[in-house]
């Protein structure tokens, strides 16, 4: 039956401190019928990303923060299902970032056809989509890795981190990743880590990253902030570069944290610390599909999907993923 | 008469916390008779600098650290008194990294004769020497400035600072500094800088910053790390960026302090924090004496010393470098 009513999740009220499913509500709105030029997505997949934090505060930053009251936007993969607009064909995948909904009708603007053939959809999301790019982004373009060097990942069995890991491995890198828990640290090691650093055992980050790359670091991918970022400051080599992608250590402090106290080593050490974000390198979309589809051919790329039911079920999902619920992409399945 | 003993500055011991003139002695060791191929300098002006501090510690770093019961190394101009060696003739200027002390016998390996014709001899110790280069470098290319964009500067009337400024100013772009009295903000002011701040009358220096410079800055250079950071990462643009050529608000604590507390602000601005060491950039050296010469020629440039008299007086003069005694840069004259 084509969706008449699409539930959605809105944004209630801006967290304070770490989120709560209290700060979202589940709504339902009528679907029109459509207007020439109009076609109707139905949703199967849908995202969530640590970095949607960052958007339920009320300030100025390079995406505006959500609204409340309307649906929470990000990615999802959808199929459509009537089409007015000749750009589209019913049973088409789509990808759109109008975010928590069960379906929406949209003119075309900013929808992006998905080839099933090449991955499963919902892959779009994750290491095909906004997740690995940003992977790819962040490790070669501002890391700049060379063949034999040491890249550390934090968040390793992220859905960025997990691509992190095995980038880094296809080019030819040395990997020491850290996660939260054994189960993860084992996975991360199955996609060729050399080594792994369960972080919540650890007394000491900076003595067990100095034991696990015991000639030093090249590179600390940067997912969390907080103490791993010390540590790789510690141990981090002479012209080592730290491409900042997320601290997420850090995004449901009620107040701002202190920052390393040895951020002073990027003197001696002459250490370049970059932040990015992903929408300012889609200019690599081709090299990125391009890469990741050899590798994925060549057998060297997997990844690994944690998965929710139902649209009521996204709020706890994006939770989850600040208590380390997720195992590579954290994602939330439309029945 | 001919230098046949010499005073020099030993350290006496590693200082910990502010160090004091307790931590040095005054030494005389006896120069011996030239041996062929030798020649002897007598040293007319010697340089203290804050990177110096960061050599007193029995650490790991980019260069050894200073020896105990050994002359302190350092920048220093004389003159040849007397030579054996066919590349050098009495009454020519000499730079050398011998540190603090009247006089020294060379083989001639590490000496730069120095032209002062071009500038008064001292200068190479710094608008045209070490100080003068870590500006150009750290400016030009670590900082990567573009026309009209606006740079903040700390210690802006130290030796590295003031130099900072008038290439900012040359470039073209608007200049915003900062020192620790109303003395030296009048003259960074007379060398072109737009707008200064004495940072020890703001009781908030984000605020006063946002105020200097109401579009933001483009460009930190940070000499002094603490506050002065964590205000410029608040105030600074997207994509903007750090060269990070001191962070001396810490160089004497005695434990780590912790780092700015909005670092996270990397990743929405895409910032850039990068550390450099001007022994790093010495291939600059032609480009940067060429500029220099043109920037003097054009009465673009101009600079003050501190001048602190006798070799006796050189612990004095390092310390002074940590109470802001001196504008521009600190020199000792030998008499």
Known sequence: MSLQKSREIHLLRRPVGMPSV????????????????????????????PYMRGR??????????FALGRAMEGGAIGVVEESRNPGFTPGQHVLSMHGWREGFISNGMGLTPIDPAIAPPQAFLGALGMPGLTAYAGLLRVGQPKESETVFV???????GSIVVQIAKAKGCKVVGSAG?????????????????NYKKEANLTKALAAAAPKGIDIYFDNVGGPHLEAA?????????????????????????PGPANLIMVIP???????????????????????????????KLSWRETVFEGIDKTPEAFLS?????NSGKMLVKLT
């Open 321 to 325: 993923l600040f208590t380390g619920a």
């Open 154 to 160: 934090s968040a390793a069995a992220g859905a960025v």
């Open 22 to 49: 209290e700060d979202f509500e589940l709504a339902a709105i009528d679907l029109p019928p459509l207007a020439e030029g109009e076609l109707r997505v139905r949703n199967q997949w849908l995202s969530v990303d």
């Open 233 to 257: 400051l510690h141990v981090i080599r002479p012209f080592g570069r730290i491409p900042v992608c997320g601290m997420i250590s850090g995004y449901n402090d009620t107040a701002p944290a």
């Open 269 to 299: 050490k002459r250490l370049r610390i970059e932040g990015f974000i992903v929408s300012d390198h889609y200019d690599l979309m081709p090299d990125f599909l391009r890469d990741m589809g050899a590798w994925i051919a060549a057998g």
């Open 56 to 65: 339920m505060y009320e300030r100025e930053s390079y995406v505006p923060p």
């Open 181 to 197: 828990d054994d189960d993860k640290c084992e996975w991360v090691r199955s996609l060729g880590a050399d080594a792994m650093i």
